[in-house]
Nanobody, 120 residues
Framework: QLQASGGGLVQAGGSLRLSCVAS????????MGWFRQAPGKEREFVGA???????RYADSVSDRFGVSRDNAKNTAYLQMNGLKLEDTAVYYC????????????????WGQGTLVTVSS
């Protein structure tokens, strides 16, 4: 249902944009979330955007990352700037049929994950 892409190897301070294409009906009604899981750590919330464009971020990324969406393309994006070594993780997109901004993992659909590696 969800296909994430855009991960790769980037130097610290660089930028990447992840994309998540959703094969769901009425995509515009879904809250789209981004999560990540670093090696040896639990998966954590990164950011989310609801149907009206309201966004919410984890404190660790709020001044560097941006979540957006293009409803015409059924796609959500995670723009990552000023990447740090600690941003290295597998990034997952998720979709939930709700108007709320959900920072928990109570999402209906999950993508397969895309690896982001930040090097020094």
């Amino acid at each position: 249902q969800l296909q994430a892409s855009g991960g790769g190897l980037v130097q610290a301070g660089g930028s990447l944009r992840l994309s998540c294409v959703a094969s769901v009906r009425t995509f515009s009604r879904y809250t789209m979330g981004w999560f990540r899981q670093a090696p040896g750590k639990e998966r954590e919330f990164v950011g989310a955007i609801n149907w009206s464009g309201i966004t919410r971020y984890a404190d660790s990324v709020s001044d560097r990352f941006g979540v957006s969406r293009d409803n015409a393309k059924n796609t959500a994006y995670l723009q990552m700037n000023g990447l740090k070594l600690e941003d290295t993780a597998v990034y997952y997109c998720a979709a939930r049929n709700t108007m709320l901004i959900d920072t928990s993992e109570r999402y209906d659909y999950w993508g397969q994950g895309t690896l982001v590696t930040v090097s020094s």
